[in-house]
Every structure is written in structure tokens, then in C-alpha cells.
């Protein structure tokens, strides 16, 4: 297991931008997917962006074209840019990890309002 950490999120207009990090305790160069979930509040989480070892990455329809998930194996770190917000992206945002069993994050607040 690997501990994950998010940062970066927050209060963001729509059409704003903010890019989440998610860093790992130990090396997520075997780790074959990353990725981020999102929980709305009286909604079921879900999968909004995934990234392979390979840099195969897939999307959730709803972000596709707006936001982007990469990983920085030397770093230890997973990101998310996301660009053209808009007020149904507000949620936690979850890092998981594809170990044994899987690995979470313990959230981010993602807050998009005028």
C-alpha cells in the first residue's frame, strides 16, 4: 500500500482553472494505474480520469477535452489540470491507486461558483 496526499484544490469562478497533485508515500513506478474519482455531495463517486504505466490515459465523457491526468513516476506524483471548469465539477476529488486492494487519498475540495 501507498499513502496518497492530495493538494490543490479550492475555490475556482467557472471557465477557472486549478491543477490537483496527489503525491505518493513510495515509488508508483509499478503501480499500473492512477487515477481520480470525484464525489458530489448525494451522488455515488466516480471515475473522471485514469493513466496507465504506459501514459494511456481515459477519461469520464462529462471532463473529456477539459481536463487532463498525468504522472510524474520520479516524482512520485499524479496530476490533474482542470481547465474550463464549470459549477457540476464541484465534488472531492479522490487520488487512487491500483495497488493490492487500492489505495485512496483522503480528498480535495473542488468548489466552482460565481
Known amino acids: 500500500q501507498v499513502q496518497l496526499v492530495e493538494s490543490g484544490g479550492g475555490l475556482v469562478q467557472p471557465g477557472g482553472s486549478l491543477r490537483l497533485s496527489c503525491a505518493a508515500s513510495g515509488s508508483i513506478f509499478n503501480i499500473y494505474v492512477m487515477g481520480w474519482y470525484r464525489q458530489a455531495p448525494g451522488k455515488r463517486r466516480e471515475l473522471v480520469a485514469a493513466v496507465t504505466t504506459s501514459g494511456n490515459a481515459n477519461y469520464a465523457d462529462s471532463v473529456k477535452g477539459r481536463f487532463t491526468i498525468s504522472r510524474d513516476n520520479a516524482k512520485n506524483t499524479v496530476y490533474l489540470q482542470m481547465n474550463s471548469l464549470k459549477p457540476e465539477d464541484t465534488a472531492v476529488y479522490y487520488c487512487?491507486?491500483?495497488?493490492?486492494?487500492?489505495?485512496w487519498g483522503q480528498g480535495t475540495q473542488v468548489t466552482v461558483s460565481s
Open positions: 487512487y491507486a491500483g495497488t493490492s486492494g487500492g489505495s
